[in-house]
């Protein structure tokens, strides 16, 4: 069985600060991808990062880095230098590569910055 | 273009009445899915469809049914809406290349916002 867990339901940060949102994870899968993915108060969801279960090194996309530890099954996202437009819900997400195809998500983290 | 899009954006309607929400996809991906985002933003996979085939049908109950007449399509049909059905349903896809170390990220839709009244 698969499952994603998002434990922080809301936070709050001040502008530029860095922020990091905590996923954990649990699967039976060898092989997976774990997502990102960023929900403004628009409603569509827009794709930040991904981190494969064999990748050597942590994910890294502009201000978004995956900080990725396979043996804690954690792959928490950190936001360098916050803006006010990083204000929106984050989902973590993980597809387990076996012949099901099904992408998980955690229950979200809901992100506010404080001018 | 828009890489996947459904149609209509909002739907209202009333009980026990049988609508349809659209979902197209440009991007040539084997894979498509139907989720579901409760009023506490939680997603819940609904469906999935690789090359037209049925994956996954998760525990939802029969009034829903997804069709899909190609790879590049993949509706889902309600039939006698209730109360509960209410939410805002997000259609997806993503490139299912097999097994192995992936980059299968989804792509979703812009979401269809169902009330039923």
């Known amino acids: 069985a698969q499952k994603i867990t998002q434990t922080q339901p809301g936070m709050f940060v001040q502008e530029k600060e860095a922020v990091t949102l905590d996923c954990t994870y649990d699967?039976?899968?060898?092989?997976?991808?774990l997502f990102w993915y960023k929900q403004p108060s628009s409603g569509e969801m827009i794709f930040l990062i991904y981190?494969?279960?064999?990748?050597?090194q942590n994910a890294t996309e502009g201000r978004y880095s995956l900080n990725f530890q396979k043996a804690r099954k954690s792959a928490n996202l950190v936001i360098s230098a916050s803006q006010l437009g990083d204000s929106a819900m984050y989902f973590c997400?993980?597809?387990?590569?076996?012949?099901?195809?099904?992408?998980?998500f955690g229950s979200g983290t809901r992100l506010s910055i404080r001018p | 273009d828009t890489a996947v899009s459904q149609t209509p954006k909002y739907l209202v309607t009333q009980m026990g009445n049988d609508k349809s929400i659209k979902c197209e996809q440009n991007?040539?991906?084997?894979?498509m899915y139907w989720y579901k985002q409760d009023s506490k933003k939680f997603l819940k996979i609904m469906f999935s469809?690789?090359?037209?085939?049925?994956?996954i049908n998760e525990t939802v109950p029969n009034r829903f049914s997804p069709k899909s007449p190609d790879k590049a399509h993949l509706n889902l049909h309600i039939n006698s809406l209730e109360l509960g059905d209410s939410a805002v349903y997000f259609c997806?896809?993503?490139?299912?290349?097999?097994?192995?170390?992936?980059?299968?990220?989804?792509?979703f839709g812009q979401g269809t916002r169902l009330t039923v009244v």
């Open positions: 981190q494969g279960s064999y990748d050597q």
């Open positions: 997806a896809s993503s490139q299912d290349l097999g097994t192995g170390p992936l980059n299968t990220e989804a792509f």
């Open positions: 991007l040539g991906h084997d894979t």
């Open positions: 469809y690789n090359n037209k085939e049925l994956i």
């Open positions: 997400a993980m597809e387990g590569y076996s012949s099901a195809s099904k992408i998980i």
């Open positions: 699967t039976s899968d060898p092989s997976y991808g």
